[in-house]
Nanobody, 127 residues
């Protein structure tokens, strides 16, 4: 059974940083695309970054490029999202998601493509 568990969210002041973790089980990271999404109240789920299973290639949404870094630790089955220079508009529930990589990716797959989701972790940025 595939499971994704996010952690690391919390309350931070504007300009601060957070590191979110997605602990995976039941899958092999080298075979899956792992992505981070966020969803604020009343808004659509937004793809932020993903990391390809086959070659570890990373892809970022233009809206967050330069402030986020996605990495993976294969022995620890963990994908991490580093968030820097946080802004109040970054406040949202952050989710990780996984889909088996059936072909090479060139961008962040859309939310409907994923088979597995975590429960989310809340990030709140105060001004």
């Amino acid at each position: 059974e595939v499971q994704l568990v996010e952690s690391g969210g919390g309350l931070v002041q504007a300009g601060g940083s957070l590191q979110l973790s997605c602990l995976t089980s039941g899958l092999i990271l080298d075979e899956y695309v792992i992505a981070w999404f966020r969803q604020a109240p009343g808004q659509e789920r937004e793809g932020l970054a993903c990391i390809a299973g086959s070659d570890g290639g990373t892809y970022y949404a233009d809206s967050v490029k330069g402030r986020l870094i996605i990495t993976r630790d294969t022995p620890k089955n963990t994908v991490t999202l580093q968030l820097d220079n946080l802004k109040p508009e970054d406040s949202a529930v952050y989710y990780c998601a996984a889909v088996r990589e059936r072909h090479p990716i060139r961008t962040i797959p859309r939310s409907h493509a994923y088979d597995y989701w975590g429960q989310g972790t809340q990030v709140t940025v105060s001004s």
